[in-house]
């Protein structure tokens, strides 16, 4: 069983010297020690919070979390943000070399297949053309000259 015991502080033991009047100070002097705690020490804790950022508020929050729970913490979010980063890089890089090369295979291709499409549609209008002349005078033969076999447009 543990017995407990008072133990008085030596401040208290003694007792104040007390001048004339009943005053415990003895002269004006020792009146510059005394501090209003009401007033000075709340204004001034007051004073700072107002001034201190959330920045700085959320750093001192930092001393609740154990060493080992901010390594952790701290181990996580580097993975995640060298993980980040890797991805936005090589998605990046990917998306360059995807559009360089749809601009440099797809555009040339494209101009071609339109060249190709207005061959075909020249051709359909000459034999349009050679039809109704055949319709208005049968046997003779076009006005417009036939388009040679060789102009064909190479892909």
Not at 12 to 37: G, I, Q, V
Not at 105 to 129: F, K, S, T
Request: charged share 25%; net charge negative; glycine share 4%.
């Amino acid at each position: 069983m543990v017995k407990l015991t008072e133990v008085e502080d030596e401040h208290f033991k003694e007792k104040p010297t007390t001048t004339k009047n009943d005053a415990l100070l003895l002269s004006d002097d020792e009146d510059e020690d005394y501090t209003d705690t009401e007033s000075e020490i709340s204004t001034d804790s007051y004073a700072t919070l107002e001034e201190e950022t959330l920045f700085e508020r959320i750093a001192a929050l930092r001393d609740i979390i154990p060493p080992s729970s901010r390594r952790k913490i701290s181990s996580a979010v580097s993975c995640l943000t060298s993980f980040t980063k890797s991805t936005f890089s090589f998605g990046g890089k990917t998306l360059w070399v995807v559009s360089t090369s749809a601009f440099l295979l797809g555009v040339p291709w494209a101009l071609a297949l339109a060249e190709e499409q207005q061959y075909v549609q020249m051709e359909r209008e000459q034999d349009m053309i050679k039809g109704a002349n055949e319709m208005l005078a049968p046997g003779t033969t076009s006005a417009l000259p036939s388009p040679p076999s060789e102009a064909r447009p190479a892909l």
